[in-house]
């Protein structure tokens, strides 16, 4: 009798054979070994690497969640107007001079522009030849700038320069940041990092070293004077409406200090408003008791984390010196407080990043930026922070 045979089921997919098995075993090993070797040989790169990465004040660390502002515009891009797009590149900070009705803005290309606000138009005013930053209006029409290269610099009425100075205590600013005067004439502003200059400023960052300092300048006596050292990338400077406090931002630490600059706390410093929802850039009153705090960036778990772990830091430092950081900015605005540090209202948005500037100017909230051509201009009339719904 013959032997029968068993068929296989029709369209059944074949046996993987012993050999194949083997090959797809030994090609998952090797592309796991290959995995693993290739990370190891990055870690080892990144720890050889001389950027030194500081723990930042264990104080800071410890401190409580984010409070909240009771009044939020979600969606600030939502109704909004670009403000000479095209023609402001980067409009980092923004003085508005309602004597002339024009605001001055500081553009990535070195130009100080004028728009006047009641038609947006743009015109070139004075190219400083570096990076401004920080504006000021001054008392006779004149114009302060802290340019990032060029140091502090005074423009008059008629666009001529003059550079007043770009050092203190021997050490020649790494960015000049911000600028405020006051009616005695005296100059506020800061230095954000003696250490690195604009190009590098998330290096000063990442290092979590307070390289930033705080100074004078008296221009009738030409002296300047280091009113703080040791801070955390000192950032945006605004005078209170009293003339007896200066307030100034460390970035990364999410704060505001303020600086007593008559009464009987002259010479002191305190914190202003701490625990803010993001990285704090310039600061701008607005004539009617709110200090608008421009928002970069907003707080994150993952900057927690880069906080507590130096090596996290020095891993990021690396990636933005030879790859590429990840960018996980997002929800920039601006925060409202009163003049006692409270907060009041807060506007932003999920796709703005690298908010530098909030200004209220008579309806509207013009904001500038380190990355857009154009200011954004928002009617708050139309489009105010509100409440959240009542759960009750």
């Known amino acids: 009798m013959a032997e029968s045979t068993r068929s296989s089921p029709p369209n059944s997919p074949p046996t993987p054979s012993a050999t194949a098995i083997q090959t797809t075993r030994s090609w998952s090993l090797g592309l796991f070994l290959s995995a693993v070797i290739t990370i190891l040989i990055a870690l080892l790169l990144v720890q050889l690497d001389t950027f030194d990465a500081a723990p930042y004040p264990s104080d800071e660390l410890a401190k409580k969640p984010i ?20 023609q402001l590149l980067g409009p980092e900070d923004i003085v508005y001079d309602p004597k002339l009705g024009v605001i001055y803005t500081s553009c990535v290309d070195g130009w100080i522009k004028r728009v006047t606000v009641n038609d947006s138009v743009v ?41 007043l100075t770009e050092e203190a205590d021997g050490v020649k600013f790494g960015t ?36 930033g300092r705080l100074m004078s300048y008296d221009p009738s006596t030409r002296q300047t004077k280091v009113v703080a050292h040791d801070l955390y990338y000192a950032n945006g400077v605004e005078m209170s409406p009293e003339q007896d406090f200066i307030i100034f931002c460390e970035t990364p630490m999410m704060r505001c200090n303020r600086y007593y600059i008559q009464g009987e706390k002259k010479g002191s410093i305190d914190v202003f408003i701490d625990r803010l929802p993001g990285m704090p850039d ?3 009153y607005d004539g009617e008791g709110r200090f608008w705090i421009a928002i970069a960036a907003e707080h994150t778990y993952e900057w927690d984390l880069a906080r507590k772990y130096p090596y996290i830091r020095k891993l990021l430092a690396f990636l933005e010196k030879y790859l590429k950081r990840p960018s996980v900015e997002k929800n920039s605005g601006v925060i409202v407080v009163d003049l006692d540090g409270n907060r009041m209202a807060r506007y932003y948005d999920p796709e703005l990043k690298f908010v530098t500037t909030g200004v209220k100017i008579r309806e509207h909230l013009y904001i500038g930026n380190l990355i857009k051509p154009f200011i954004i201009r928002l009617n708050l009339t139309q489009y105010p922070a509100t409440a959240p719904p009542s759960t009750e």
């Open 67 to 86: 409070l909240l502002a009771p009044r939020t515009n979600p969606r600030v891009l939502h109704g909004s107007e670009k403000i000479g797009e095209g």
């Open 123 to 163: 015109k070139d005013w004075v190219n400083t030849g570096g990076r401004p930053l920080g504006l000021a209006l001054g008392y006779s029409g004149e114009v302060y700038v802290a340019d990032a290269f060029k140091g502090i610099l005074k423009i008059t009425e008629d666009g001529e320069i003059e550079a």
């Open 176 to 211: 000049a940041d911000a600028v405020v005067v006051a009616k005695s004439g005296v100059l506020y502003f800061t230095d954000a990092s003696w250490k690195y200059d604009l190009h590098n400023f998330v290096f000063d960052v990442f290092e979590g070293r307070p390289y």
């Open 282 to 284: 310039n600061i701008r």
